[in-house]
């Protein structure tokens, strides 16, 4: 009883945080303020809360790589793919090689092995922070698009990076043959088996649903146990649970353009999920204010191994690591993009503008580690092999820590500072294709409007109510096509589609509020005001 009230603290905690993110200063990152709930949970508690690392990383880590892998945007992800690999490939590997020596080097006590462990669960960014930090500043959205794909692919690839070191750390045993060929095998079947599991599973539920119709919220819920079904089966057979989890994201997101699950679904859907990344994140940073303390005694322990006596030992390391892993970052960024300018412009192609100091520099402080970096570290085992204990285990964890903490802070002053002022590059090519998009859409719905019109009013004798209905609706889809025209009337008619949905919201909140004063009065039944509410609710949604 005691774990399953901690817990509900803990998300009573992440509630209260989004509201007071909200109440002060917003360069002030919402993550920072979860870790000091976290920390105050740990003062006000006498029961601290024992984490299990296969049960925590089974939890948390694959529905958030699962939702990086659905939603991430595919056509960045493929226009600016040799950047992002260079990123999330070559700078991984460098990172956990570079860094692993240099935190050896720089802390004795913590073995070599745990130092590349170290070095790997620092590497993945999260672009939620990053998005979150920006608000007050529109970041490119190219410069986006590079950020989220290098933390899709990064996410995996300094994972499993991780899980090599930790089970060097375990065994005690490394080879460098021995281990390409265990990652090739991890990574095949890793990803055949997100991609063939999802792929099968939604042809068989789109087969169900064609025979016996669609269950809403079993639909959500299969969405839900789908990555954990794809990280437990590709562990099974040999495979990484990680690259599944993000393959069937992937394939996810491509299953979904058959178009086959109905509106409620996506709606409910897309709620769900939403509220299971705000959760998931949420609760993992309070974790970690709620075992700060304890993981802070066990750090100075390892430090004073190194002959260093002073805690303020732990604010330098974690400084020095920050300023590594930046200048490792800015490096990186400023070659990656000057190769791919460089293979740009032999391969005859537009090289885009030169990389400027401020645009790398942006890139680079907006590396911020978040999530994925603590969910992992938190997954160091207990002891090794032979049941001693794990080495430096808490000095590791506080590290990681330090860096997501001075990482967001970081970004949460500097970033805005370095945007303000870029030119926000427009997405014409994207802005015409969706121009367009719309345009066809709306040709196609007057096309069918008007034929089904004709079946409904056929042998009726008051087609004329029919003819007119089809009229109202087909009306709406025209001056959507006309608000698409560069004329000067074109504009009139945006004007007035804007006005008109203005005046649409307000029937809609008029009609709500209606709906609840006659549900309070009894006039209406609490199933049917649900009903009607809901309808309203999904108008307001799709006029917004």
């Not at 690839?157 to 460098?176: E, N, W």
């Not at 008619?493 to 029937?507: F, H, M, P, S, Y």
Request: proline share 4%.
């Amino acid at each position: 009883m005691a774990t399953i009230s901690v817990v509900l603290f803990m998300l009573g905690a992440v509630v209260v945080s989004g509201i007071l993110v909200r109440v002060m200063p917003r360069a002030i990152p919402t993550p920072l303020v979860q870790i000091a709930f976290g920390a105050a949970i740990a003062a006000g508690s006498e029961h601290e809360v024992q984490l299990d690392p296969e049960i925590f990383f089974l939890l948390f880590l694959p529905p958030l790589l699962f939702l990086d892998g659905w939603r991430i945007p595919k056509e960045g992800l493929l226009r600016d793919k040799g950047l992002i690999l260079e990123l999330a490939l070559g700078l991984v590997f460098c990172t956990v090689i570079g860094m692993g020596f240099f935190i050896n080097w720089m802390i004795p006590a913590m073995p070599l092995p745990v130092a590349f462990a170290l070095a790997a669960i620092v590497t993945p960014t999260d672009p939620i922070a990053v998005s979150a930090i920006s608000a007050r500043v529109p970041i490119p959205k190219r410069m986006m698009h590079v950020l989220e794909g290098e933390s899709l692919l990064n996410d995996a690839s300094g994972l499993v990076c991780f899980r090599f070191a930790v089970a060097a750390a375990v065994t005690g045993t490394f080879s460098v043959a021995s281990a390409a060929l265990t990652f090739a095998q991890l990574a095949v079947v890793g990803v055949l088996t997100g991609v063939v599991l999802t792929f099968g599973v939604m042809e068989a539920k789109n087969w169900l649903i064609r025979r016996f119709g669609e269950d809403v919220g079993g639909q959500v819920l299969l969405s839900l146990l789908l990555p954990f079904g794809a990280y437990e089966l590709a562990e099974h057979l040999g495979g990484s649970g990680i690259l599944s989890a993000v393959a069937a994201g992937i394939t996810m997101s491509y299953a979904e353009l058959q178009g086959r699950a109905v509106a409620t679904t996506r709606v409910q859907r897309a709620a769900v999920w939403d509220t299971v990344q705000f959760a998931l994140n949420g609760v993992i940073f309070v974790l970690l204010g709620e075992q700060l303390p304890a993981i802070f005694l066990g750090a100075l322990h390892v430090v004073r191994e190194s002959n260093h006596d002073s805690p303020w030992w732990l604010l330098v390391y974690v400084l020095a690591i920050n300023l590594g892993l930046a200048v490792l970052r800015f490096a990186w960024v400023w070659a990656s993009i000057s190769i791919s300018r460089h293979l740009a412009i032999r391969r005859g192609q537009e090289p885009g503008d030169p990389p400027t100091w401020r645009v790398v520099a942006a890139m680079s402080v907006a590396g911020v580690r978040g999530a994925i970096t603590l969910a992992g570290v938190l997954t160091l085992p207990l002891v090794l092999a032979d049941g001693t204990a794990f080495p430096a285990r808490d000095l590791a964890i506080f590290l990681a820590a330090g860096v997501i903490i001075l990482s967001l802070t970081a970004a949460s002053f500097a970033l805005p500072r370095l945007l303000h002022g870029l030119p926000q590059h427009l997405e014409s090519a994207e802005e015409a294709a969706a121009e367009h998009a719309r345009v066809a859409s709306a040709e196609a719905a007057i096309r069918a409007i008007e034929q089904h019109s004709h079946e409904l009013a056929r042998g009726q004798s008051d087609a004329d109510i029919y003819a007119e209905a089809a009229a109202r609706v087909m009306e709406m889809y025209r001056r959507r096509i006309q608000g698409s025209d560069t004329s000067e009337d074109a504009a009139r008619v945006r004007q007035a589609n804007e006005i008109e949905r203005t005046l649409r919201l307000v029937g809609l909140r008029a009609e709500r509020d209606t709906l609840f004063a006659l549900a309070r009065n009894h006039q209406l039944s609490d199933a049917k005001s649900r009903a009607l509410v809901r309808e309203v609710d999904l108008m307001e949604e799709r006029m917004r």
